[in-house]
């Protein structure tokens, strides 16, 4: 609707009409209207909501720790295979499969008749050796007088000294072979090397056995102490060349904190160990090197074969800690809302090392000093306005509870 009327000229021109004041009234009755409608436009937009009270912390540095796990295989700190060296039928096993055993005591005996024989064999060619040796040294006896009487010939006498020589080596010989037949007749009884406990037992008494099988007998663990393996990446083992003081790895192993073994179960073992070995070169396969760590097992709790984790700990000076709870992940990436000095917030993503309690430990991304918002971050946006809370009860109890 115009703010003027236009009124006709035949009108005008029959009436006095004085056509300035309602025009005056028209116009205004027109402001009004649009003043009306102006009000009641505003009055129906929508309210801006405040601005969220949110906890905000700032980011320190502090000296701290690390845990960082790493498979392991658990051995005994000697795991031998029992092998027969002599071969024949099993006669006796005289072990169960999981016994604990003593070093020297008796697992399996092995029919000796045929090695007893033979050492009696042996020992007969060594006493007939033995004879002749005294008839060799006879016939010295009896020519060396005549020789030097001149009665006979320094030929026999010669002759006689080299048949005694021959003699004597035909005794060595026979001792040798009565030696070789003792030890092979010992054979028969096979023994424990080192106290432990005894595996699987494949062969059963009466089995035909042999020192070119290609199964063991058994296996024994000696178990009073456990070793523990793990791997290390070349990165990680910059790492750790580089967090230790010492000229040399062993130098550096000396200085080594203890470390945890972690159970199939996760509960961690109650004794500690010690790493004690790093292997001399990188598996080529793997990229990795091997690590050893020692652990006591006084009640035997611990076997051959066991697998855990090794946990160890990395000491980091000022290094930066973002509380984990003020951090969001997506799309494999982490990220903390800093505030800047107008209460807004940015979306800055950091890079994680390790983790501390309840802590993660942040290569770059934020610096200390930064401010971040400790929660409520599921539903801030980039840039967003927020009151900051800084309260130190406020953020204590929201880390705490964390």
Do not use: W
């Amino acid at each position: 609707m115009n703010s003027e009327t236009i009124i006709p000229d035949t009108i005008l021109s029959k009436t006095n009409f004085n056509p300035i004041p309602i025009m005056k009234k028209i116009t205004f009755l027109s402001l009004l209207a649009v003043f009306i409608i102006s009000c009641a436009d505003k009055s129906q937009a929508p309210v801006a909501a405040p601005a969220p009270l949110l906890p905000v912390m700032a980011v320190t540095t502090e000296n701290t720790t690390t845990d960082a796990e790493y498979p392991a295989a658990i051995q005994g700190t000697v795991d031998v295979e029992i092998r027969p060296q002599v071969s024949g039928n099993l006669d006796r096993v005289l072990v169960d499969e999981g016994a604990y055993v003593n070093k020297g005591q008796t697992l399996f005996k092995i029919n000796e008749r045929p090695y007893r024989e033979q050492l009696n064999n042996a020992l007969a060619s060594l006493h007939a050796a033995e004879a002749s040796y005294i008839n060799a040294q006879l016939e010295v006896d009896k020519l060396t007088p005549l020789v030097e009487n001149k009665v006979v010939s320094d030929y026999q006498l010669k002759s006689a000294k080299a048949s005694q020589k021959i003699a004597a080596a035909n005794i060595e010989q026979a001792k040798a072979i009565a030696a070789s037949a003792k030890i092979n007749l010992g054979y028969t009884n096979i023994t424990a090397p080192v106290n432990g406990y005894i595996g699987r037992l494949p062969k059963k008494q009466g089995s035909l056995v042999s020192a070119t099988d290609i199964e063991a007998l058994t296996t024994l663990s000696d178990v009073q102490e456990v070793y523990a393996y793990f791997s290390l990446s070349e990165t990680d083992f910059i790492q750790f060349k580089s967090k230790y003081a010492g000229n040399s790895i062993g130098d550096k192993i000396k200085k080594l904190p203890p470390v945890t073994l972690i159970l199939a179960d996760n509960s961690a073992y109650p004794q500690t160990g010690k790493i004690d070995m790093v292997d001399g070169q990188f598996d080529k396969t793997t990229g990795a090197i091997t690590v050893r760590a020692t652990f006591p097992n006084p009640y035997k709790t611990l076997r051959s074969g066991n697998t855990g984790k090794i946990r160890l700990g990395l000491q980091h000076d000022d290094a930066i800690l973002v509380p984990q709870s003020a951090t969001i992940e997506m799309q494999d990436k982490v990220f903390v809302f800093t505030v800047n000095n107008e209460n807004k917030v940015t979306k800055m993503a950091i890079t994680v090392i390790g983790k501390s309690g309840a802590n993660y430990l942040i290569k770059d991304g934020v610096k200390s000093g930064d401010q971040i918002v400790l929660s409520g971050i599921d539903k801030l946006q980039e840039g967003q306005l927020i009151q900051p809370e800084k309260s130190a009860a406020k953020i204590a109890q929201i880390i705490n509870k964390k």
